[in-house]
């Protein structure tokens, strides 16, 4: 008995391209084949139906003037009217004594002109017939009415059936709208841990309360204490709050789910909050986890803060959030982190006890917490002298946030790798936070020698009367080379000084209005370039006489609210709190600071003219001075004379410029 041959086909097996494709997905491939064929009949039967309405076009066609002419002249022999149509058919005698010809013409489909048309006819002797063609009447009704909404229906039939096929079969293709998908972050050996952040000391041990629950929640119970439910990171952009989020799951080995508060917010009615169920059931389904909401205020605005009304699909899916924050319990393993910059403007049900009980602030870092920032980015990176030089950098980038240090020290690798360098060296990482406070260098741009002249009397003055009044040791750079928008700066190191006082800030806005003084008192009148100055010295004015109640103008009374946007809604429509007499008090209040303290950086001026006029030659020869040339270059400065008592507003007058220069003199 032989064996039969390996590709002939036996009875009892399918062929071969069926035997590759399961049985199951065949039998599920059958109602799309049936829907596709059935379109096709009906699209050919759609066809049929146009072909059969085309109107009849028997013999030569003629005009309908020609046919009632004909009628008159008695020369019609025949007429029968197809009323679907439209159209008259029939014998017409073109000359007389010619045979006749059959004819076709178009008429009107209106009673009035088929009734002029048979009086017409009949008049003429002429044989009419009127046929109603009710089969083409049929016809149309069928093809205009009964096959588009047969033919629409198997359409959306068929894409219904490939939407729930590509969901995974079933109704699931149109709940996956309300799904939100798996946003759990993959674990990894590597996993973040408070080892990977810096800066944040007060934050790491409000969170290791989080990673001891998720590790042990039995030690809690045992206590009779509740974990916190919900925690709430604020703090500017780029200090290390989804850090945090990430540390935290890290440290307790649990799962991580992050999720944008945008990604909620749908046009589609009730998308948001069935997606906000998902989420919160996928996060105790994976237990223990931590489900971080990035930017909570794109789901956790104020509710009822709108114009138009608060019902929207945004407050929906707020209140779902609202609604699962309290239904799960403490027991489940789950912890809910958000993070925003803006927690003014979330909904205060947020924010009360049991939902995001907690709230943390990760503010930007101090010299300490820089210098600890840059040691840890520093790592696998080669620095020439990393001691000296990140502890230099940390002292003159204060303000910056951890994003913006370690941009920095980016900045400085892809410098060196340009340079072609080993190492990275001092020159990179001053090169690099110029880059990153100011841009890049504008090579391109050509100056003539007036405006290089010119700007360097403007810098020049900045840095003189800083130095003038104390502030000497604080100068770092200045430079005329122009990056991004400026065409020159003074850098000067910061003391990360949280209280200024009314002599501090005074002294920034006579700092400020120094370039204008300067190019006023050399050049006889200024120029476009103060236009930053003036907003950062009226940006002070304001601060002091309006928020601080540091003008006698104003008094000891907070006029001006704090320097955030205005929340449509909830702040544009409230009543006004400051009266107009009480603006104008304001506006004169910081015309007036402004105008004394151009006087003190005028007359300080004025006393070191030939320092100013010797310092703006360094910096057309140079370009920049920085560090201890800086220093030396405005050793033999005139010191201001000290600020006499208030007059009538609180900023000090200064002494006539007879009495200072004595006292420079001695």
Request: with cysteine; charged share 25%; hydrophobic share 45%.
């Amino acid at each position: 008995m032989t064996e039969p041959a390996a590709n002939a086909p036996s009875k009892d097996r399918p062929p071969k391209a069926d035997r590759a494709t399961p049985a199951s997905e065949r039998t599920a491939r059958r109602p799309a084949r049936a829907l596709a064929a059935s379109l096709l009949v009906l699209l050919a039967l759609y066809g049929g139906a146009l072909w059969v309405l085309r109107p009849a076009s028997p013999g030569q066609r003629v005009s309908l003037d020609a046919v009632l002419q004909g009628a008159v002249e008695r020369r019609v022999v025949t007429a029968r009217l197809l009323d679907e149509d439209s159209r008259v058919t029939g014998r017409l005698v073109l000359q007389i004594g010619a045979p006749p010809i059959r004819f076709y013409a178009a008429y009107p489909h209106s009673d009035a002109a088929t009734n002029d048309l048979v009086r017409t006819l009949f008049a003429g002797g002429a044989k009419i017939n009127v046929d109603s063609q009710p089969v083409k009447k049929l016809v149309r009704f069928v093809a205009q009415f009964l096959l588009p909404l047969v033919i629409l229906a198997n359409l959306f039939a068929l894409l219904f059936f490939f939407l729930t096929r590509s969901g995974g079969g079933g109704a699931s293709g149109l709940r996956a709208f309300g799904r939100i998908g798996d946003k759990r972050v993959a674990r990894s050996p590597a996993a973040l841990t408070f080892a990977n952040v810096a800066a944040a000391d007060e934050a790491v041990v409000e969170l290791a309360e989080v990673r001891d629950y998720l590790a042990d929640p039995s030690a809690f119970q045992a206590m009779g204490v509740l974990p916190p439910k919900g925690i709430l990171l604020q703090g500017p952009p780029g200090c290390g709050k989804t850090l945090l989020a990430r540390a935290v799951a890290g440290e307790a080995q649990a799962s991580f789910f992050s999720v944008s508060g945008s990604e909620f917010v749908e046009s589609l009615v009730g998308v948001g909050a069935a997606r906000v169920r998902d989420l919160f059931a996928q996060a105790r389904s994976a237990a223990p986890a931590i489900l971080f909401i990035d930017e909570l205020d794109g789901v956790g605005r104020q509710r009822g803060a709108g114009l138009g009304g608060g019902h929207d699909e945004r407050e929906q899916t707020l209140n779902e959030l609202l609604v699962q924050l309290d239904g799960f319990s403490p027991s489940e393993g789950v912890v809910v982190m958000g993070a925003t910059n803006r927690p003014d403007i979330l909904d205060p049900a947020l924010l009360r006890p049991g939902r995001f009980d907690r709230q943390i602030t990760v503010e930007r870092p101090d010299v300490a917490g820089r210098l600890d920032i840059l040691r840890l980015h520093a790592r696998g990176k080669p620095l020439a002298d990393p001691e000296r030089d990140l502890g230099e950098i940390a002292a003159s980038t204060p303000g910056f946030s951890g994003a913006d240090l370690a941009n920095v020290l980016n900045e400085a690798g892809l410098l060196a790798v340009r340079e072609r360098s080993r190492s990275i060296v001092r020159s990179h990482l001053d090169e690099a936070v110029e880059r990153v406070t100011s841009g890049p260098k504008r090579k391109a741009s050509v100056l003539s020698a007036k405006d290089r002249k010119r700007i360097a009397f403007h810098e020049g003055g900045h840095a003189v009367v800083a130095a003038a009044l104390g502030k000497a040791g604080a100068l770092d750079k200045l430079s005329i080379v122009s990056r991004g928008r400026g065409l020159g700066h003074l850098a000067m190191l910061g003391d990360d000084t949280v209280l200024p006082t009314r002599d501090d800030m005074l002294a920034s806005v006579a700092v400020a209005m120094a370039g204008i003084a300067a190019e006023e008192l050399v050049f006889g009148q200024p120029s476009a370039g103060a236009e930053a100055d003036l907003a950062r010295a009226t940006e002070l004015a304001r601060d002091m006489a309006g928020r601080f109640g540091m003008s006698a103008g104003v008094g000891r009374v907070r006029v001006l609210h704090d320097t955030r946007q205005v929340f449509l809604g909830r702040d544009y429509l409230l009543t006004k709190e400051v009266s107009q007499p009480t603006l104008e008090h304001l506006d004169d209040a910081v015309r007036r600071i402004l105008d004394d303290q151009e006087q003190v950086a005028r007359e300080v001026l004025v006393d070191n003219k030939g320092l100013l006029k010797a310092l703006a030659e360094s910096l057309v020869r140079q370009e920049t001075l920085k560090g201890d040339d800086l220093r030396r270059a405005l050793a033999d400065v005139v010191p201001a004379p000290l600020p006499a008592p208030p007059r009538n507003g609180s900023t000090p007058a200064t002494r006539p410029a007879r009495a200072r220069r004595a006292t420079a003199k001695e």
